[in-house]
């Protein structure tokens, strides 16, 4: 029995509790809570409904409690209910509804810890979307792990996901790109207000070499080409860094395109027959602080070139037009006024700006022997997804991208994600995969399969502990999804694992000697390749290995 079939049991027994006592049924919530209790002497898990709907009821908590333990024990796959505190109940799971778990995980491999929930949900998530005029730096790096790792957790409870990468080819950074370009070919000093660094050398000598007689033509021909070649060459750089560190998307979306499709126009012709656009000294402004923002803005300018909004608007508008009815914009720190700019915009344009959600990251920093390293060889001025994956390698470099909320700043400790021992988180969690591999190996070599017939014999704490953990997953990959929180199911990955070395630790899966396999053993090798899949499946919602050997 899994937290979540306990809870619904809970809550249908609290209903015919409040049915028998002449109480408000309306008052119950739609999810019973239930939690672990810290110390496993108070039991398997533990309520607070009691104390939740008691004094909303009309009824003293601790009276409340009495009946309802009185009903949840009644259930065959409860074997205790106890009343604790104010109106807490303890409760303790029957063996045989307990040890369903590793028969469930089982049965469902691959698929255990998927939902479908938020199948309502056409999510387009834009996230990385770094601008084409340099390496992917440590900012964007830890979104090309979260925002991948997020939607593959959406994409288990239901969701379908477009993950989508926005090229930012319009604009006056990709004109000084082009010029730092002509710069290095010419081999003079980037333009004070520049790009620099090896890769723009590289870059530069490549562009050369496909347009032989480039530096002849005409300077406006010369720089569209190194514009043009440039900004393809950086791109398709960005692309495979990003593919080789396992993330992928499904449409990469060229902000040019807004303009050359004539979407912007479209969208602020749109505007302007709803009212939402009006005329104020010659530019065209959005009345946003209608929908939220704290001020009017700008989205055509006065000498009639659009600003950076307009294409934003474009933009919002096109996902929406290709079916998306809910959409998620991972930013940088320094984005925090486009959360209710966007939003607003949504609702000028008609959408329900609650569809709109914006998550801020903070920022990445990268430690060598206590100290931070501060320069990238290649890139010149900022460390480089290509240089974390250098130094500990990709499943590394995602799950300790990952494995901390994105709004705190973090710490990537290269000594320690390169160390073999308990200390690497990765490796901690690797190992107890690559550890349940081997065991599975020598089984096979003596010829044992795992069997779920006598599960009942799984009576050590331990195995209990290692059993609820497992059936935590599904819940912590929901919350994970609902929130937003691609970190929790690292954190829990760590925790299986813990839990996992100490059964192991306790009690002996193989027989040995001339010791005659019997059914603890079949038992306890069910239990130990439920424990490897749920590990294989946390390892693959956030796209790292789950290593057989190590």
Known sequence: MTPTELAALLRAATQKVFQAHDLDADLLPETVVVERPRSPEHGDYATNIALQLGKKAGVNPRELATWLADEFAADPGIDSA?????????????????????????????????????????????????????PIHLGGTRWAAVGDALGRVLSARGASVTREYYFNDHGEQINRFARSLLAAARDQPAPQDGYSGEYIREIAETVVGNNPGVLD?????????????????????????????????????????MFERGLVEQSIEELKASDNLYEADGAWWLRSTDFGDDKDRVVLKSDGNAAYIAGDIAYLKDK?????????????????????????????????PEHVEVLIGQMVNLVREGKPVRMSKRAGTVITLDDLVEAVGVDAARYALIRSSIDVNIDIDIDLLR???????????????????????SAADLGLTAGVEHLDVLDDSSE????????????????????????????????????????????????????????????????????????????????VTAPERM
């Open 320 to 352: 929406h037009d290709r079916g998306a009815n809910h959409l998620i914009y991972m930013l940088g720190a320094d984005h925090h006024g486009y959360v209710v700019r966007l939003k607003a915009a949504a609702a000028a344009l008609g959408y329900d």
């Open 464 to 543: 209990g502990d290692l059993i609820r953990t497992i059936g935590d997953f599904a819940d912590v990959v929901s919350t994970a999804a609902t929130l937003r929180e691609p970190h929790r199911v690292t954190r829990y990955l760590e925790s299986l694992a813990g839990a996992y070395h100490r059964f192991y630790s306790r009690c002996r899966v193989l027989p040995q000697g001339d010791e005659e396999p019997g059914d603890v053993h079949t038992a306890r090798l069910a239990l130990c390749e439920a424990t490897r899949q749920v590990l294989a499946n946390g390892l693959a919602l956030v796209g």
């Open 82 to 134: 106890e009343i604790a505190g104010p109106g807490f109940v303890n409760l303790r799971l029957a063996a045989a509804a307990q040890n369903q778990t590793v028969a469930t995980v089982l049965e469902l491999g691959a698929d255990y810890g998927r939902g479908s929930e938020l199948a309502a949900l056409n999510v387009n998530l834009e996230f990385v979307s770094a601008n084409p005029t340099g």
């Open 419 to 441: 160390k073999q021992s308990s200390d690497n988180p990765v490796y901690y969690v690797q190992y107890a995969h690559a550890r349940l591999s081997a065991l599975a190996r």
């Open 217 to 257: 033509l005409a300077e406006d021909d010369c720089l569209e080409t190194f514009r043009a070649d440039g900004v393809e060459l950086m791109f398709g750089h960005i692309k495979s860094t990003l593919h080789e560190f396992g993330t992928d998307f499904d449409v990469y979306t060229h902000e040019n395109s």
